[in-house]
């Protein structure tokens, strides 16, 4: 989607925009659409291209611990110049590509709605949390406690 950018005072954004599936392809999320962008572009005083939006929607990622398909939702707060996403003398804007930029620095870089560990197990081997692991006995513990008094 471009925008033309030859506007006087202000474009208003309110708009549903599916990102296309290449986009994401080589992510962890697995869907991604109906993302609405409200807002304005307008040009600063040093005619600087500005942009103050909220980007909103839904993304489906896989859970990382039990790859399930988790809906994620997200909501961007936007306000800063848009001129580092305009080439020279590019009089329009791909919308496409500034929604993803930012929506890909909302995409957690661990995620999971997985409550229960003890579901995940196996022969010979079993999920813990990070505090199960704390309780139990450390081989090491002796030899760290033994360091930390020589220093």
């Not at 999320?29 to 942009?51: H, R, S, T, W």
């Not at 930029?101 to 957690?108: A, D, F, R």
């Amino acid at each position: 989607m471009q925008i033309d950018l030859n506007f006087n005072d202000s474009y208003k954004l309110n708009e549903v925009v599916d990102i296309p599936s290449n986009y994401f392809e080589n992510s962890s999320v697995k869907k991604l659409d109906n993302i609405k962008v409200e807002g304005k572009l307008y040009y600063d005083p040093e005619d600087n291209l500005y942009a103050d939006v909220v980007i909103s929607g839904n993304m489906v990622l896989a859970d990382d611990i039990s790859l399930e398909e988790v809906l994620y939702p997200f909501s961007i707060e936007y306000n800063d110049i848009l001129d580092e996403n305009l080439k020279n003398n590019q009089n329009t804007l791909d919308l496409f590509e500034f929604l993803w930029e930012n929506i890909v620095l909302e995409v957690p870089l661990k995620f999971t709605k997985v409550t229960n560990l003890s579901e995940f197990h196996g022969d010979g081997w079993k999920l813990v949390s990070e505090e199960e692991n704390s309780l139990e006995h450390n081989p090491f513990s002796e030899l760290l406690e033994n360091f930390d008094k020589k220093e």
